[in-house]
């Protein structure tokens, strides 16, 4: 499980042909801790988890294993109008306050526009390495 884990990891990372060093920096970990992960020697941990899965823009499950689907994560499934609840962890929308609700919204937007920002970034970077 631990070098399914770290082949898929190795794989999104080479797709952006990135070397370690490079993804290590991006993400803000160690470059020994991601090359011991691609190698299957170190599980990954949650937080970790989720910096791969913001930057490859991949679910969770994909990089474990779970499935074969690499699709990007349905964002706009997130939060609308009243469907906010659904990236809220704290339980149905019945205990969620509207002030609350608009509060998470306004969040989810601003790492909805972080995120398009980086994967222009990536784009560009890309371009120019052609």
Known sequence: ???????????????????????????GINNSVLSRIEAGKRPVEDNELVLFVNFFDVKSDYLLGLTDDSSPIPTKQLATGNDVYVAWLGGPPEEMSEEEAEHLKEQLEMFRSFKEKRKKERDQEKENRK
């Open 1 to 27: 499980m631990l070098s399914d884990v770290g082949d898929r990891i190795k794989k999104q990372r080479e797709l952006l042909n990135l070397t370690q060093l490079e993804l290590a920096n991006k993400i």
